[in-house]
Structure formats: structure tokens, C-alpha cells
């Protein structure tokens, strides 16, 4: 991982609180920004603080401690993680210890995945691969069907088994697990987590588009966040919305994937059918109080689609807003839950 950049965020200045018998003030706060490459994309802390130089580097410094010890723990990319290491036990029917960062990540999958029906399954790893999301090459065809039901034939999150204490994972099959779709959510937690534990009082975190706001902007201005158009050729705003001590993540299918023949192959793949969505669904967006639960739950809506998504996510009171690709152009929906965060 490469070093932080440090740099005030775009003019953003707290006044000077004046009181009425003389004039007192408060330092002076900007929005600071630490940001840098990490799991092949970046990522971006706005921090509300003073003008302590020494401070800023001390907390860029444990904001990359922090995601690397995410990295080391839960990729895929990464031979020596912990999680590539479970993934390469040939019996996992035993006890595997882990860590409790990915105890807690493995037990939230494992909640979204029932609440999903299985929409949500972190066993679907060979199946990504297979397709060419993965850490292996793209493959130059599309799987076939015989290669397709070989490697569907293993996946299946009730097959994995946790114990809280000591942490500790196995599977009574052999199983490939695959926290992308949820990894990120949780380094965002973890960093969000590290910045309250050292003082922090106002922040955001970004990560590859999953975020979590904290406290307030100077000024108490909220912190306002855009939720994009699906398209490929630009960044358009499709809705503001403003946070202050929630997390935010979308997934949709209108940045990662590739073309073949003209057709088009989501990164997001059904584990039911073991193939790309197909649906008309182009992005999802969903409000939670952490990151670790909207970017999996974010996941699995976009693998339900709309209809059967917007009911559940209706269901459970949780804001959520679709993009849906129709005849005219997008459409969009939103639950009731997530009318309190649109900015008009």
C-alpha cells in the first residue's frame, strides 16, 4: 500500500463561535483529506480538525494499518491472507481459527444471506472466478453449462458453520469464500471505528463508493452525498441525499463488467443460477447504520431485483432506493424509509 495524501478538502472553514461578554473562538477547522489506493480501487477520509500536522499523520498512518490488516485478513488476491489460507485447507470440516474482524464479517454475511434467501452468498467465490471476476484471468469464452453446474454443484452458504468462542470457521464441504462484495463495507466500518476511538468527532469515509458519515461538516452543515446515474460514460448525479452517523453503499452493474458478442456480463452473479444478472435493474442504494451490512445487503437487493428487493427491504423498514432501466429511460424507486435522507 502506498503512502496517504494529505490535503484540505475543497474550502470548507468553521467560524468563530462570538460570545456576548468579549469574544471567544474556537480554532479554526477544515475538512482535511487522506486518501490513497487500496483492494484496486481508493480510499477517501475527509476529517474535521484542526491544523495539527502531526495529528493528520498519525491518523493517516492508522487509517492504513487499519486497512491493512483488513487486506491481510479477508482477500482473495492475496496468497497469504487469513481467508486464502482457509480457502486452501483441503479438509475445512475442522476447526479453522480466525480472527474476530472475520468472525464478524462472516457472521453479517451469513445474516444477509438468510434474510436474502440466498441471494446473498459469500460460497459464490468459483463461480465469480469461473467468470473472470475473480483473481484468476477473464477467461477468452463464456463458461458453458457442463463447467458452469460442475462448479455451481459446491456452492452454498448453510454449509459453512461458525463458532463465536474461540472464532472459528468450517464447512462440511470444501468450500472457495469471497468477501468482496462485503469486505469493503467492513474496512469502512473499521476505519470509521479507529477515527471515533481516536477522538474524531466529525468524518467521512469513502471506499470504492461505500461511505459512513460521523457527526457533522463545520458549520453543522450534514454531509451531502450523491447517488450517481448508472452509466458508463459519465459521473452524472441521479439524488443528494445528506447522512450524519449512517453508512451508505450501491451496487449496480454499470461499472464492472465485460462484453462478448455483444452481450454483457455483470460482475454480479446469482448464486441460484451461477450466471450474471440479467434483470433491469441497473443500481441500488441502500441506508444502514453501518457499511458492513448496507454493502452486503446493497448486493443482494441488486441480485433480487427491484420487485422482489424493494418488498423485502419495505418488509424490514430499511431505506433503500432502485434505478430501473425502462423503456424511456430510468425509473426509480424508494422506500418509505428512505424519503427522510433526499435532499430536493
Partial sequence: MTSSVIRPALAVVAAAIMALAGCSFEPEKKVWEISGPVFGTRYTVDLVLENDPDRLRNLADGIKAVLETVDSSMSTWRPDSELSRFNTVEDQSEWFPISQPLYEVLAAAHNISKLSDGAFDVTVGPVVNLWGFGPEARPDTVPDDAALASVLASVGYETLELREEPPAVRSSKRQYIDLSAIAKGYAVDAVAEYLAAEGANAFLVEIGGEVRAHGRKPGEQPWRLA?????????????????????????????????VNGRRFSHTIDPETGRPIKHKLASVTVIVENCTMADGLATAFNVMGHEKAMALATRLNLAAYFIVRGESGFETYQTPAFSSYIVD
Avoid at 230 to 240: D, L, M
Avoid at 248 to 257: E, I, L, P
Fill in 227 to 259: 447517488v450517481e446515474e448508472p452509466v458508463e460514460q459519465a459521473r452524472q448525479v441521479n439524488r443528494i441525499v445528506v447522512l450524519e452517523d449512517q453508512a451508505m453503499a450501491t451496487s449496480g452493474d454499470y461499472r464492472n463488467y465485460y462484453e
